[in-house]
């Protein structure tokens, strides 16, 4: 099992940056493909950004595409999302989340097996 402890949220600014990061306890974040999803006011959770476990792959979702950038650190068993240019829309609680799937960059929140408590990121204008 493995434990996910987020970090980083905060209030920003429209076309701010801000750089969330996500621990892993337990097992070696290495074993699992790890994601980021977030619920925006009113929304259901919805899938951000993947990493594959060796961190070669990454994938997004359209609207953070080019904005957002994932990375992980094996060795320290930590992830981060690196926000940057962000919106209004941004505003979320944003979860950290690990799989166990094979699957490089799983996209679906059924394909996560342990999920963090969530940071906030409200973004004002």
């Known amino acids: 099992q493995v434990q996910l402890v987020e970090s980083g949220g905060g209030l920003v600014q429209v076309g701010g940056s801000l750089r969330l990061s996500c621990t892993a306890f337990?097992?070696?974040?290495?074993?699992?493909?790890m994601g980021w999803f977030r619920q925006r006011p009113g929304k259901e959770r919805e899938y951000v950004s993947a990493?594959?476990?060796?961190?070669?792959?990454?994938t997004y979702a359209d609207s953070v595409k080019g904005r957002f950038t994932m990375s992980r650190d094996n060795v320290k068993n930590i992830m981060y999302l690196q926000m940057t240019k962000l919106k209004r829309d941004d505003t979320a609680v944003y979860y950290c989340?690990?799989?166990?799937?094979?699957?490089?960059?799983?996209?679906?929140?059924?394909?996560?097996?342990?999920w963090g408590q969530g940071t906030k990121v409200p973004v004002s204008s």
């Open positions: 989340t690990a799989s166990t799937l094979t699957t490089h960059t799983p996209a679906y929140t059924y394909e996560y097996h342990y």
């Open positions: 990493i594959s476990r060796t961190g070669k792959e990454q």
């Open positions: 337990g097992r070696p974040s290495g074993n699992y493909a």
